[in-house]
């Protein structure tokens, strides 16, 4: 198991740059695939972006691609996510969530939220015009 704590959200104005933190417990922080998500008020559950349990492989849908950044660092138990070039259509809460991998699935990028077992309490992100 694994819990997830997060921060960095906060109000930006359109153009600008935010950088949300997500910091997991435990000591098998690395076995877990991560994955950044986002809801908005009367809208189902967004993929964001997702990152290997190594960071070497990322996947991004194309309304954040060239925009938002996954990465992490393992011997910190935290995965990141750079978002820059905001726009107002941005503006959700933003969970992270961990995915438990095996040696099968652990080059995999899991785009589903139901894939995710595991969550962090939400940030709020507003872009304003």
């Known amino acids: 198991q694994v819990q997830l704590v997060q921060s960095g959200g906060g109000s930006v104005q359109a153009g600008g740059s935010l950088r949300l933190s997500c910091a997991g417990s435990?000591?098998?922080?690395?076995?877990?695939?991560m994955g950044w998500f986002r809801q908005a008020p009367g809208k189902e559950r967004e993929f964001v972006a997702s990152i290997s349990y190594n960071g070497v492989n990322t996947g991004y849908p194309n309304s954040v691609k060239g925009r938002f950044t996954i990465s992490r660092d393992n011997a910190k138990n935290t995965v990141y996510l750079q978002m820059n070039s905001l726009k107002p259509e941005d503006t959700a809460v933003y969970y992270c969530a961990a995915h438990l991998v095996n040696s099968a699935s652990k080059w995999r990028i899991f785009v589903q939220a139901a894939e995710y077992e595991y969550w962090g309490q939400g940030t709020q992100v507003t872009v304003s015009a």
């Open positions: 435990g000591r098998s922080f690395s076995n877990y695939a």
